[in-house]
């Protein structure tokens, strides 16, 4: 059965350290690109695909700014969201949804409960249920929900990939990376994800993250709106904690998390990486990302290592600190 790159196509990434020992290794593959698309480096396999799971998320945010639905601001930024399903996010998905005049039962995602612990902890205490607008996929939803109405497509199969707006998706995502995905399938939240390789996803991400809002061609000047928008709404991204949220805060980046280890990031000069932990964790992919682009020259390493408690990198031993996840690249 075809999959992704294989263990002895992969290198060490990071590593997990408890009181000097290495406990645990995360190896997989990435991909560094100059300001000018040019590749720095490229560690393990880069050119067997893999599904970007959430990465995909801005191509699909692009999609639906183009199909006639102008989004901007926190609007945007909850398009592009792997949300964890607050106050704030879910009135920003209910506002959405109530922009084309439909109910939450319209959303194709999952019914899930709030991954923030505050908003978890009160939806216990509340006696709510689990619901669609809690999923972190949400806000994509809602957005895709949005120019179905604008254009007067079909709502209930706006997930199948034969659909007029997924077929745009995947339009958007071809003309941005210059791949045509080896497979689609279907990703956790119901949508279609497309397989392509780390160096279409990397140069995907950035077309999108330093297009010009005065660019000729509308394709490229909403792909500019989203990346203000994301980087100018980091909560609207994650949340209160999370590593896309804390990064975008904090030092300036376009941030975006996939599941299984995936990860998307461009500084602010335009160099941007794009990795893949094989094991498919996601807890060092945030802290990789940055020294890839450290390394390059991109982002700051102290500034870095501010936020390394922000990251919740720590491993504990008790109350105590006695080591941390740690990329090695």
């Avoid at 991954?115 to 809602?142: F, Q, W």
């Amino acid at each position: 059965m075809a999959g992704t790159f294989s263990v002895a196509d992969s290198v060490e990434l990071a590593v997990v350290e408890r009181s000097g020992f290495i406990e645990s290794r995360h190896a997989g593959s990435a991909i560094v690109l100059s300001p000018e698309g040019e590749v720095l480096r490229a560690l393990g396999d880069v050119t067997t695909p893999i599904f970007p799971r959430s990465c995909l998320k801005p191509f699909q945010a692009v999609a639906v700014m183009t199909s006639g639905v102008t989004l901007r601001g926190e609007d945007a930024a909850i398009a592009s969201a792997s949300h964890s399903g607050t106050a704030a996010h879910v009135a920003l998905v209910r506002k959405l949804l109530e922009r084309a005049s439909l109910p939450v039962s319209a959303l194709g995602c999952p019914p899930a409960a709030p991954t923030d612990k505050v908003a978890r902890d009160e939806l216990i205490r509340s006696g709510g249920p689990r619901d669609r607008v809690y999923m972190n996929c949400s806000g994509k939803h809602a957005a895709m929900l949005n120019a179905c109405v604008e254009n007067d497509w079909s709502l209930d199969d706006y997930l199948d990939p034969h659909h007029p707006l997924q077929k745009r998706i995947l339009d958007v995502v071809e003309r941005f990376t210059g791949e045509r995905p080896a497979s689609t399938a279907v990703d956790g939240c119901g949508a279609p994800v497309h397989a392509i390789s780390l160096t279409a996803l990397g140069r995907g991400v950035q077309k999108i993250t330093t297009a010009a809002t005065t660019s000729p061609f509308a394709l490229y000047r909403e792909a500019a709106a989203l990346t203000e928008a994301v980087r100018e709404n980091p909560w609207a991204v994650g949340g209160p904690g999370q590593p896309d949220t804390v990064a975008i805060e904090r030092l300036g980046v376009f941030a975006k998390v996939g599941a299984e280890g995936v990860m998307v990031m461009t500084a602010q000069n335009g160099t941007t990486t794009a990795l893949k932990v094989l094991d498919g964790s996601s807890r060092a992919s945030t802290i990789i990302a940055l020294r890839l682009l450290a390394a390059a020259g991109a982002v700051d390493d102290e500034a870095i290592d501010a936020v390394q408690t922000e990251l919740d990198l720590w491993v504990m031993g008790g109350e105590r600190r006695v080591g941390k996840v740690r990329a090695t690249v």
